[in-house]
């Protein structure tokens, strides 16, 4: 190597004359500037850094390799005129190889960069992958000297730009939010109405059936399942299997080429962002469910891609130097505590907010990001960081609030400015309508918002994500048909997934031709709908649920790329989608389901009357005695359309009807006596689950009248605000 001038170097590599610059610091990662690429990669404690470039994907082996020579606060970087969009990388960095002391370096590993943009494919499973020897005594202390370079996607150097023709993010207030979790492939694969060629990827995220679908539905929120590039793990591809929900992420920055129609070479970037801004188009917020809390590396017996060659020390969790804490059931744990992690955690916030244009992320295992040793730290490095910034700070922030390490269920924990997957709201309301014992304070204190947990932090209501199902266990159409699991299909001897499902059969196991035991299944479906909607808080349907997608009884599908998860569309209950359409379209439509604020239980000013009052059947007040029966399995609730204590954007005083809700989880009918004239005059019958209709126009009943709730039923009845005093 010799030196042209100040800032100029030669290198030689394989007859091929390299010009290349000193290059700068930051940012961190592959970046072009119209003229070349920047490249910047922190180590800390590497020797010596080497930038290799490929030709293609492949390539066995890089064509050109730049021993980087510039080192600026443990960032190695350099400068490489001429280079342009899609050009492929990788590096290898050199280091001492002692496990036992944290250190595995092995420059015989081609590694992908933390801060790529865009990677060319999926890994492709071999020994050379790992830095040991694989089936050597010596397990990972021992020294692997094969090249990894032919079996590693590459990191591509992309092309920031694009136009987003000015559309803005639609900015949902979250008491405005109903979210749509779902997944890119599962959720558009099988949907004949988009073209064959791009179903399962963005571009079908984005085509206008799927947009269509969503509107009429009326969600506005979708919230992915991973998307940052994940690797499927060999154990599983041995068992012709795969990592189908993705929680394995390797690449922070990069959207998953397996969902891409385009390209590989950064055109998956392109059309995710195209899938943003036609989502945005027509007012629909994309959320991603990220995982900062792991890597796809494993523990000390998985493979050398990425953080673990690049500098082990600066990125994980070790114990005793060669092991690694694992808090997340993955095998390692990212180590937040560092700065060099943090750095990467905001920066990839940051990159998908102001590059990429989404509007929110579901963090998952967050406890995990919050241990600042091994309790979890409310005041951690990591919410003091986030709650300052001022882009991520604005956006919607969800937490997973558990992992599987000691003290890690934290739900109703979280700080100010964070939203919380609701456990407790999911395990209340399957016991309640499955006829478990459980008390009536719990089921009102939920369907309330859940103040016990958030209220005593100054949080409001829509701190609460609500959900009855989540991509990780059963179907809503599972949970009324099956008391046990049914994961052979994994190949785990139906041992994985949780056993504890608070589901209930309805009286047979599975898929049945009896007439009743379906006609009760429907109903429960649309009594937790029901439920999940007119609660307090953000609720969260599962894609599918609205129509009865089943997955068999797998409560644990996160290795099945097939029609085990995958939404038939041909099996729809399109009795049921009416039913969720319009339910939803209610629910919207009136802000007493949609308060910013706690019901403060208190008489409206000058009314008599309160905000929120629950009743026994017989049409009075229910005592305070009654609220921890376990035996008592129906109540009525009444909410106030005059007091919602809310202005609007003007400062105007929001009103709405007032509504009367019965809920009866017995297994018999029961006779309820509508409150008397001072609630209402006159109320109709606007939903009823027994008979599954949504109607604002419903049956007109007197106060003071005698209706029958058919057993494990729900019925609203409505107010109009016309005819309330104001």
């Known amino acids: 190597m010799k030196k042209v001038s100040n800032n100029t170097v030669v290198k030689k590599s394989e007859h091929i004359n390299v010009i290349v610059y000193p290059g700068e610091p930051y940012p961190l990662g592959a970046t072009y500037d119209g003229e070349g690429v920047n490249f910047a990669l922190y180590s800390e404690h590497a020797t010596g850094v080497e930038l290799c470039l490929f030709e293609s994907q492949e390539s066995e082996r890089e064509h050109i390799k730049i021993e980087i020579q510039e080192?600026?606060?443990?960032?190695?970087?350099?400068?490489?005129?001429?280079?342009?969009?899609g050009q492929l990388y990788g590096y290898r960095v050199h280091g001492p190889f002692v496990p036992t002391a944290g250190f595995r370096f092995n420059p015989n590993k081609l590694l992908i960069d933390p801060y790529a943009k865009s990677i060319s494919g999926t890994i492709q499973w071999h020994d050379a992958l790992f830095g040991y020897v694989i089936g050597d005594e010596n397990e990972d202390l021992s020294f692997s000297e094969l090249d990894s370079a032919p079996y590693i996607p590459k990191s591509v150097v992309i092309d920031p730009g694009f136009d987003w023709e000015g559309v803005q993010a639609p900015e949902i207030p979250y008491h405005d939010t109903i979210i749509y979790e779902t997944h890119v492939k599962g959720f558009t694969?099988?949907?004949?109405?988009?073209?064959?060629e791009i179903r399962g990827t963005y571009a079908a995220m984005r085509h206008p059936a799927t947009i269509k679908y969503l509107k009429e539905l009326g969600v506005n929120a979708v919230e992915l399942m991973p998307v940052h590039h994940f690797i499927a793990d060999r154990h599983l591809k041995e068992r012709e299997l795969t990592n189908y929900w993705g929680y394995n992420s390797i690449g922070f920055f990069a959207p998953d080429v397996r969902y891409s129609s385009s390209g590989t070479l950064g055109e998956q970037v392109v059309e995710f962002k195209n899938m943003v801004k036609e989502l945005h188009k027509a007012g629909i917020e994309v959320i991603l469910d990220v995982v900062y809390n792991h890597t796809g590396e494993g523990n000390q017996m998985g493979p050398t891609l990425s953080f673990r060659g690049i500098d082990n020390l600066s990125y994980y969790r070790l114990m005793e130097g060669r092991y690694y804490m694992d808090y997340t059931g993955t095998g390692n744990t990212l180590n937040a505590r560092l700065?060099?992690?943090?750095?990467?955690?905001?920066?990839?916030?940051?990159?998908?907010?102001?590059?990429?244009?989404?509007?929110?992320?579901?963090?998952d295992l967050a406890s995990t990001l919050a241990r600042e040793l091994h309790e979890v730290d409310r005041l951690s490095a990591f919410f003091d960081i986030i709650h300052q910034d001022p882009i991520i700070s604005q956006v919607k922030l969800i937490a997973e609030p558990w992992d599987i390490g000691f003290n890690g269920y934290q739900v109703g924990k979280f700080p100010i400015g964070w939203a919380e997957w609701n456990g407790q709201y999911r395990d209340c309301m399957r016991d309640y309508w499955r006829g478990a014992d459980s008390m009536l304070a719990e089921f009102a204190e939920r369907f309330t918002g859940s103040s016990d947990l958030y209220k005593g932090e100054y949080r409001r209501p829509t701190a609460s994500i609500n959900f009855i199902t989540a991509h990780d266990g059963f179907t809503l159409n599972d949970l009324v048909s099956y008391n046990d699991k049914r994961n052979a299909a994994n190949g785990e001897n139906n041992?994985?997934?949780?056993?504890?499902?608070?589901s209930w059969n309805c009286g047979i196991e599975g898929p049945t031709d009896d007439p009743e035991v379906n006609a009760l299944r429907n109903k429960q479906k649309r009594n937790f709908l029901t439920t999940l909607f007119l609660s307090q808080g953000v609720p969260m349907l599962?894609?599918?649920?609205?129509?009865?997608?089943?997955?068999?009884?797998?409560?644990?599908?996160y290795c099945q790329d097939n029609?085990?998860?995958?939404?038939?569309?041909?099996?729809?209950?399109?009795?049921?989608l009416t039913f969720s359409q319009k339910l939803i379209a209610f629910s919207k439509a009136h802000?007493?389901?949609?308060?910013?604020?706690?019901?403060?239980?208190l008489p409206i000013k000058g009314k008599g009357l309160e905000d929120i009052a629950w009743f026994l059947p017989d049409g009075s007040e229910m005592p305070e005695e009654n609220w921890n029966h376990d035996y008592a399995k129906s109540l009525a609730v009444f909410l106030n359309g005059k007091g919602i204590r809310h202005v609007n954007k003007k400062g105007e005083p929001i009103y709405d009807d007032s509504f009367y809700m019965i809920f009866n989880a017995h297994y018999e009918p029961v006779e309820y006596t509508l409150p008397p004239k001072k609630y209402g005059t006159e109320w109709r019958k606007v939903i009823d689950t027994s008979e599954g209709t949504v109607n604002e126009?419903?049956?007109?009943?007197?106060?003071?009248?005698?209706?029958?709730?058919?057993?494990r039923s729900i019925i609203v009845f409505k107010h109009a605000l016309e005819q309330q005093k104001i």
């Open 71 to 85: 080192a600026s606060h443990h960032v190695w970087h350099v400068y490489v005129p001429g280079l342009k969009p």
């Open 189 to 196: 694969v099988l949907n004949e109405q988009i073209p064959e």
């Open 339 to 363: 700065p060099s992690v943090l750095r990467l955690i905001m920066d990839s916030l940051r990159y998908w907010i102001t590059e990429m244009h989404v509007d929110g992320f579901r963090f």
């Open 495 to 502: 041992n994985d997934g949780d056993d504890h499902n608070r």
């Open 542 to 557: 599962v894609a599918g649920d609205e129509w009865g997608r089943t997955q068999g009884g797998n409560n644990n599908a």
């Open 563 to 576: 029609e085990i998860s995958w939404l038939n569309w041909d099996k729809a209950d399109n009795e049921l």
């Open 591 to 601: 802000r007493s389901f949609r308060r910013r604020d706690w019901f403060r239980g």
């Open 697 to 711: 126009e419903g049956e007109k009943f007197g106060p003071d009248t005698s209706v029958t709730v058919d057993s």
